[in-house]
């Protein structure tokens, strides 16, 4: 039990006292729950960047054949880095848990705003580009939200707009071979009226019946579509039958009147949005990221590991691996690897209980054995290159030292330049063999790793 009391992986609030998450993350006081998730306010213990941190009973999860559905949330957040978009800073997870450490929004839901009377026509407007800008960047990404409302607009200090939940989002692999979607999904009062017919649909379009639905209920304070009885609420959802109060502005009742159209096909498209006079006005684009902040999102998205996301302790001490990787690559029970456009394979990872210093020596050893020539060693990278030319040159390999916990360590091997074929060749028939005296256990083998996740993440 004193054990338990010094863990730095408990994961939630005890009498009072903020824990630690994984050595970097105080957990903080309940902010919301839903069925399968808590939410709880976190604070970045090295940045003290307040965060919120999303915990996920896996077990539930899995119960409710709901897995697939998280990795494809996580995909979809890692892919839309938007002003507007609530963003995905860290996945992590233990043997029962998911953990989604995520810009925290503190301004609360747009829903709330409205729930006291409706928005002035320049508020809502100002709203409604935030959210065109954000949606147009999802959908350039292959994105459908799917369950755009109020309740899932966040707005920040700044009163600007954030959109959260990708829970329902879809990606072009969810389409069928006729090319559209066919999960009825979404908020009833909120929903196009061809997702309601459970003929397919483009999500894309669908998004921005839900948006003419928002900017409604912004200018208006009410929805367009509401009756006691949810068959006739439906019927006038299917005819686009609505009316407008008499305080929305001509140019307003325009735009409503192309986004609220029953036929897909005729419904007003973003390009079209952003031309129209209304909309236009006072409207300045986000300032985009910079081009390193897209370059980390590639590197995320090609190599498994978003840079950024890794904990970096000192320069004498090897990095900290992310715990989600962690897992992802060495849990047969939790394995994340198809969220990862990755060219991995079983072998080219293990643990090891040695210190890395001890690991890198290694490394160099092995290297001068198999005659091939250490060209770079940085922190705990080791670079090392053959000496006979092959199908496509000389192959480079570069072996990298990642630390997991105090007594463990991650050892990753990839090519640098090569052929691939060759590259599989030198990890499994000579690397394997060179190192077994300092490997703990090889990514993809059973044996060690449920002792792993056990001293890495205690008993959550």
């Known amino acids: 039990m004193e054990d338990e009391k010094k863990s730095h992986n408990r994961t939630h609030p005890v009498n009072g006292v903020r824990s630690i998450l994984f050595g970097k993350y105080e957990m903080g006081k309940l902010l919301g729950q839903g069925t399968f998730a808590k939410v709880y306010h976190g604070r970045n213990a090295i940045t003290s960047e307040s965060v919120a941190i999303k915990v996920i009973n896996k077990d539930q999860v899995k119960k409710e054949g709901m897995m697939e559905q998280i990795k494809r949330e996580i995909s979809v957040m890692r892919l839309v880095r938007h002003p507007n978009i609530v963003e995905l800073k860290e996945v992590m997870a233990t043997k029962t848990k998911i953990f989604f450490v995520m810009e925290y929004v503190k301004g609360g839901e747009l829903f709330a705003k409205v729930a006291k009377g409706r928005l002035s026509e320049s508020s809502a ?38 959109i959260s939940d990708f829970g329902l989002s879809a990606l072009p692999e969810q ?48 929805l367009p579509f509401q009756d006691e009885n949810v068959m006739k609420m439906y019927r006038k959802v299917f005819k686009a039958e609505f009316e407008f109060p008499p305080w929305f502005s001509s140019e307003a009742k325009r735009l409503i009147s192309k986004l609220l159209v029953a036929d897909p096909q005729r419904r007003i498209t973003i390009p079209a949005i952003m031309r129209v006079p209304w909309f236009q006005k006072g409207f300045s684009r986000p300032v985009a990221f910079s081009m390193e902040e897209q370059a980390s999102v590639n590197t995320f998205d090609e190599e498994g590991r978003k840079p950024e996301l ?15 990787e962690f897992i992802s690559s060495m849990s047969s029970g939790f394995n994340l690897s198809s969220l990862f456009e990755s060219s991995r394979r079983s072998g080219s990872i293990f643990t090891s209980k040695c210190s890395a210093p001890a690991i890198m020596g290694k490394l160099a050893a092995v290297a001068k054995k198999l005659n091939f020539k250490v060209i770079s060693v940085k922190a705990f990278k080791l670079k090392m290159q053959g000496t006979s030319e092959g199908r ?17 360590a991650v050892v990753e091997f990839s090519k640098s330049s090569g052929d691939t074929l060759e590259y599989h060749k030198f990890c499994a028939e000579d690397v394997r063999p060179a190192l077994k005296d300092i490997v703990w256990s090889w990514q993809g083998e059973d044996s060690g790793n449920c002792q792993i996740n056990s001293n890495v993440h205690g008993t959550t």
């Open 310 to 324: 890794e904990i970096f302790q000192s320069k004498s001490s090897p990095p900290f691996f992310n715990a989600f």
């Open 125 to 162: 407007r100002k709203y409604f580009q935030q959210l065109i800008s954000a949606v147009d960047f999802c959908h350039s990404r292959g994105v459908s939200h799917r369950d755009l409302k109020p309740e899932n607009l966040l707005l920040d200090e700044n009163e600007d707009l954030k």
């Open 392 to 408: 496509k040159g000389k192959l480079a390999v570069m072996a990298e030292v990642f630390e997991v916990a105090p007594e463990v």
């Open 175 to 222: 389409l069928r071979n006729d090319g559209l979607l066919h999960t009825q999904c979404g908020t009833p009062a909120y929903v196009a009226p061809e997702v309601l017919r459970k003929k397919g649909y483009d999500g894309a379009k669908a998004d921005l019946w839900s948006c003419g639905v928002i900017l409604y209920v912004l200018l208006a304070g009410y």
